[in-house]
């Protein structure tokens, strides 16, 4: 595990940062920022009145999505495989090139979706969101997880 401060204690409703997933939040959260040229999309924690802090998941070398607007109670986890190889057909990708992807499943009563990507990070900033937020650390961000395609 990652962390980028020393942090007295984590915040209610945060669980135990693992470095890996699955990671459940009983947050609120939306997408929150896609730039295509990057190939970058973040979802973000959006209920200020909460918290005085914010979870923001990024996902780098997006080849496809499938979102919902909200999702209560976000669990973040790998896809299964039927899931996952449905999207990576759904995003374009050839079968040989299946193991250089990742496919992320977003789960809550309130929606599902999936996005291939080639890594995700998991972050909490303590701090108030900002509306220009890069998604990566700033100080006392904590790093809560992390995926990554194993390129084989």
Known sequence: METLSKTPSRPEGIPEP???LPVTFERKFRPWRYVVGHSRLSIRSIDPNSAPDHVEITFFGVLGVRLASVYQTLTIALAD???AEDMFRFSGLRE?????ALCVALSSDSG???VVCVGCSVWLHTD???HIGRGGPRHDSILLARGRSTGR
Do not use: N
């Open 81 to 83: 495989k039927a899931d």
């Open 18 to 20: 693992t470095g890996e």
């Open 96 to 100: 040989s090139q299946y193991s250089s």
């Open 112 to 114: 599902t979706g999936h």
């Open 128 to 130: 108030k969101p900002d």
